[in-house]
């Protein structure tokens, strides 16, 4: 499945639209993705977060043996997440990729 909800090999990866706390670790996450965001932590899909300030962003992923994080913090600048007033934005593999070099993805569907 390609295209803007999903990849070639069907992650689906949601961006959180408002920060945060970056203290959070594997159950602090699964929280914020089951309560806030509305989705099961266990899909396969990929939640990606970033701080406050921005340059630091974490993934939550479930995959299929276990839960990992990613982190990733900039040395400079900041991770340009896209705004909107929804609490989730789903975004494909390609736009991912350009966040993590800290630059700026379009607009996306809500998820």
Do not use: C
């Amino acid at each position: 499945m390609i295209g803007t909800h999903g990849n070639d090999d069907g992650v689906r990866i949601y961006v959180a639209t408002m920060p945060v706390d970056m203290r959070k670790s594997f159950d602090g996450l699964v929280e914020v993705v089951r309560s806030f965001l509305g989705h099961d932590p266990l899909s396969g899909s990929m939640f990606v977060f970033r701080n406050r300030a921005g340059h630091m962003l974490k993934i939550l992923w479930w995959d299929q043996d276990g839960l990992a994080i990613f982190y990733k913090r900039l040395e400079r600048g900041t991770f340009r997440f896209p705004y909107s007033g929804e609490k989730s934005l789903a975004i494909g593999r390609d736009e991912l990729m350009r966040l993590l070099r800290g630059l700026e993805i379009g607009q996306r569907h809500v998820a």
